[in-house]
Every structure is written in C-alpha cells, then in structure tokens.
C-alpha cells in the first residue's frame, strides 16, 4: 500500500526567509504527486500536481516542487516565504491510472511565519 | 461555480446517536469522495463515487458507516451509533473525471461526539 512522509511537523520561519518542505512516498509503481495546501479556517487548496514530465513543477503563490524518482521525494520549495504562507500544507500521491483517483495524504506541515 | 458544499459545518452529538452529512459537489463533477481528518493527521480516504455507484470503500468505512450518492448529484454519509472515536472532520471532495485530477474540497463537517 501507499505511503506519504512528512518529516516536518512543525516550521517556524521569519519573512523572506526560503522554505523546503519535505515529502517521500512509498510505492513502486507510477505515480502522481501533489502538494495541497490549507490556510487557517479554509478548505484544502491544489498548490502543485505532478504527472509526468520536467520533475520540477511549478505552482501557485510562487511555490515549486522537485519529484527525486531514486529518493521517492516530492519535496515543496519556496525561495521567500510572506507571513500570508502560513498554513498547513499536505503532501499527497496517488497511483497513476488508478481507478478511483483517491489520494493518500501526509501528516502534513504546520507553518507559521513571523512578520 | 459556488464549489463543493458541505452540511452541517459542525454537529455535536451523543454517543450513540445517528448522524448524516450532506455534500453538494460541483454540478458537473462525477467523481465524488469522502475523506475523514482527525488532530494531528492528514485526511484518510473513506469512499468514492462516480455518478450514483459507489465502487470503492476504505477498511475504515466500518458497518457503522454508510454513504449514498441517489442520483450522482448529492452524497450522504451516515453514521450509526456514534462513538467518541468518531470525531473527525469529515471532508468531501470532487472532480470531473479521470484525466483530471483536479479535486475541489469542500469547507468540511466537524463531528463532536460526547
């Protein structure tokens, strides 16, 4: 079965300060990788998705993600964070072609950025 | 577009009692999940829909449990005799179809059971 790590629970950082947030996944198959966002009293929100293709993906806010195939990591980039970053952010795969498209979520990452 | 709708936004119950949830996704979206997230962790796959057939149900889904989606529109999801371990938030999701991974979530139901 699927697995999705999320190493850091919580972040703390100062504004403009860079972020790497870090994601490994378990399965031996294909793949599609996404990166979910969640900001305080809001519903769960697409940042980055993954299917095939140049590894480095960009996406919303100036967020981008890296997919390391040999390290199984998926892990989320940003060179300088703004206090309106502070959220929780999920990490989440699901099995590319599957039937039901269900994803398999990580613990996910508190972050909280100081002004 | 007014996105996937989730009600009520909370519901605090008795052990023991029933309770269902209703989830309104986008008009035109198939594909429709239930997904419970408790403190601390990530949402877990309940069960899917696409249109009015339910083909997949998590190990989690226990009897206790029980979802419908009548006509492909709507979906409810029930739970009989409630306990404190079902707390959770209980998020429903959609999407178009298979090429498009592109879930909406909806804002959730919060589930108190004491």
């Known amino acids: 079965a699927q697995s999705v790590s999320q190493h850091n629970h919580h972040v703390i950082l100062s504004e403009a300060a860079s972020l790497e947030l870090g994601c490994n996944y378990s399965?031996?198959?294909?793949?599609?990788l996404f990166w979910y966002v969640q900001y305080p009293g809001q519903h769960l929100q697409l940042l980055l998705k993954y299917f095939s293709g140049d590894p480095l993906v960009k996406g919303i806010k100036g967020f981008e993600a890296e997919f390391i195939k040999s390290k199984f990591s998926f892990n989320l980039r940003k060179p300088s964070v703004q206090w309106s970053d502070t959220a929780e952010y999920f990490c989440a795969v699901a099995v590319a072609g599957g039937a039901t498209n269900k994803l398999i979520f990580g613990t996910g990452t508190l972050l909280a950025v100081q002004p | 577009d007014t996105g996937v709708s989730q009600n009520p936004r909370h519901k605090i119950t008795k052990r023991g009692q029933n309770v269902t949830f209703r989830c309104d996704p986008i008009s035109e979206h198939n594909r429709l999940y239930w997904y419970r997230q408790t403190l601390g962790q990530g949402p877990e796959f309940l069960t899917y829909f696409q249109n009015e057939a339910q083909l997949e149900k998590s190990r989690l889904l226990s009897d206790r449990f029980s979802a419908e989606r009548p006509k492909g529109s709507f979906s409810t999801l029930e739970i009989q005799r409630t306990e404190q371990g079902d707390s959770a938030m209980y998020l429903c999701a959609s999407s178009l179809d298979r090429g498009n991974y592109g879930y909406t979530f909806g804002s959730g139901t919060r589930l108190t059971v004491v």
């Open positions: 399965y031996g198959g294909t793949v599609n």
